[in-house]
């Protein structure tokens, strides 16, 4: 089994910057589509950005393309969100979840990714 640890979160202003990191166990990290859900309170956990296992494909929701970028260093077993000029909707729990790359290529639900961290909550101020 996987086990993801969600780190970085924090409190930031509109238009400012957050890098989360999520650390992976398991000597499979490697063959895991990687990626980052998030969820605000009251609303549904929705899709923010995934990576393929080589590290060589990336996609996005609409939401956040040209503002955030996810990369992952498979050496070290970790995912990361870089997040910048963040609004007052990104406000959310961020959420580090994987998948067995071979099933639901460049998947966006959540249902899809097997293994979750516990979250890292970010707020942005106005």
């Known amino acids: 089994q996987v086990q993801l640890v969600e780190s970085g979160g924090g409190l930031v202003q509109a238009g400012g910057s957050l890098r989360l990191s999520c650390a992976a166990t398991?000597?499979?990290?490697?063959?895991?589509?990687m990626g980052w859900f998030r969820q605000a309170p009251g609303k549904e956990r929705e899709f923010v950005a995934a990576i393929s296992s080589s590290g060589g494909h990336a996609w996005y929701a609409d939401s956040v393309k040209g503002r955030f970028t996810i990369s992952r260093d498979n050496a070290k077993n970790t995912v990361y969100l870089q997040m910048n000029s963040l609004k007052s909707e990104d406000t959310a729990v961020y959420y580090c979840?994987?998948?067995?790359?071979?099933?639901?290529?460049?998947?966006?639900?959540?249902?899809?990714?097997?293994?979750w961290g516990q979250g890292t909550q970010v707020t942005v101020s106005s």
């Open positions: 979840a994987g998948k067995f790359a071979t099933y639901y290529p460049r998947s966006t639900d959540a249902k899809h990714y097997d293994y």
């Open positions: 398991g000597r499979t990290f490697s063959s895991y589509t």
